[in-house]
């Protein structure tokens, strides 16, 4: 396992939600601190070719059905198509189903019925079989944290609210969740000392919870190992029975993450896993999806590297602090004996000109970056 790409340039953008499907990944909306936000505005979208790693935008058909500018919203992949969920602009939070889809560059507002959850942003979202499992976020029309599960089967577009027995986390959002055959496994998140209520007194829970959607039973596994400590907007993936997680940010000791754990659903057991290579900056609300053996990981926002202490204590109440990230990182957990050879070849600067064409093109895949977003300026 090794991070072996790191490109500059692509989209801007900080907690937005993205997907794969075949071999293109999409993401949608989010924000950028450095750009004058239009609420109204239809959501932007772009999709990467993990082959040539080129991000473009996406000119999907602008129709009275596009959803609006959001960030704190939800994507899961259903076939050939994208569902949206909630999120909020600057205005009202949403609780609109969108769906876009991939073949026709289409959006829709599908038809549902049942119990459609509040309007919310910070939840999570999977698949299981053909429904739509959500759970936690942050309620605006109640003004507290939510610790509820709903369900909305994708074949029929009705919702159900899920009245699980167990211990449930605590109320909390900006958490993850994946899923794992008929098993939904959440960590982190932020929460209240008063929950479910926000006095500002945050807290940050570090242990593993899942959901059996057939017993529709929440249990806590308690894990051996090296926990990670507790966070929020960090990204979380399933590879070979293993949910790994990276990044972050904890409010209550002002630390963005960097880090990477594995958490092993067969053995119960958290591992810290020391990776070489482009590790990247300490970051949070980026996106990180994996197709194949390998995982794409771009955006979010991370701590200026020139704030002085006091301005590291005040991150959220100073977000001119924060820069958003335009750059895409690649963890390879197969990298081949080519991308190997490559990677020496880049580390030690060795002349190219005396390579083969395809090896060429290669490194250059590798290493131009997007022209979606101008550089950052690393001075602050």
Not at 130 to 142: A, Q, R, W
Not at 147 to 160: G, M, R
Not at 330 to 346: A, G, Q, R, W
Request: proline share 6%; charged share 20%; hydrophobic share 30%.
């Amino acid at each position: 396992m090794r991070w072996t790409v790191h490109i500059e340039g692509g989209p801007m953008r900080v907690n937005h939600a993205a997907v794969c499907i075949e071999d293109r990944i999409y993401s949608f909306g989010g924000y950028c601190s450095s750009e004058e936000y239009k609420d109204w505005e239809p959501i932007p979208v772009h999709v990467l070719d993990t082959h040539s790693l080129r991000w473009t935008p996406v000119n999907y058909k602008r129709t009275d059905v596009a959803p609006f500018q959001r960030y704190g919203h939800t994507t899961v992949a259903y076939g050939d198509k994208v569902f949206m969920w909630g999120g909020r602009n600057n205005a009202v939070a949403c609780d609109i189903l969108s769906c876009f889809d991939t073949k026709t560059l289409e959006w829709s507002t599908p038809t549902v019925s049942g119990m459609v959850p509040y309007a919310k942003d910070g939840h999570s979202a999977c698949v299981i079989g053909n429904k739509m499992y959500i759970f936690g976020g942050f309620e605006y029309l109640t003004d507290q944290y939510s610790q509820e599960v709903h369900c909305l089967n994708l074949d029929t577009l009705q919702w159900t609210f899920i009245d699980a027995r167990g211990t449930p986390p605590s109320h909390r959002d900006f958490h993850t969740a994946v899923a794992v055959g008929n098993k939904m496994y959440v960590f982190g998140g932020r929460g209240d000392l008063n929950s479910p209520y926000n006095s500002q007194e945050e807290i940050y829970c570090p242990q593993v919870f899942y959901l059996d959607t057939t017993e529709e039973k929440w249990v806590a596994v308690n894990p051996t190992g090296t926990w990670p400590e507790g966070r929020r907007s960090h990204s979380a993936w399933l590879y070979k029975e293993h949910m790994y997680i990276f990044g972050g940010f904890n409010g209550n000791s002002k630390t963005h993450f960097n880090d990477l754990y594995r958490y092993s659903i067969k053995d119960n057991f958290w591992q810290y896993m020391n990776v070489g290579g482009s590790v990247p900056c300490k970051r949070r609300r980026q996106a990180c999806l994996i197709h194949k053996d390998i995982v794409y990981l771009f955006g979010g926002t991370s701590p200026c590297p020139h704030a002085n202490t006091r301005e590291l204590e005040n991150f959220d109440n100073n977000p001119e602090r924060l820069i958003d990230n335009s750059d895409l990182h690649l963890l390879d957990y197969c990298p081949s004996l080519k991308t190997h050879c490559i990677l020496v070849v880049l580390e030690n600067n060795i002349d190219q000109s005396i390579l083969p064409r395809d090896i060429i093109l290669d490194i250059r895949t590798m290493t131009v970056p997007n022209r979606i977003s101008r550089p950052i300026n690393q001075s602050g």
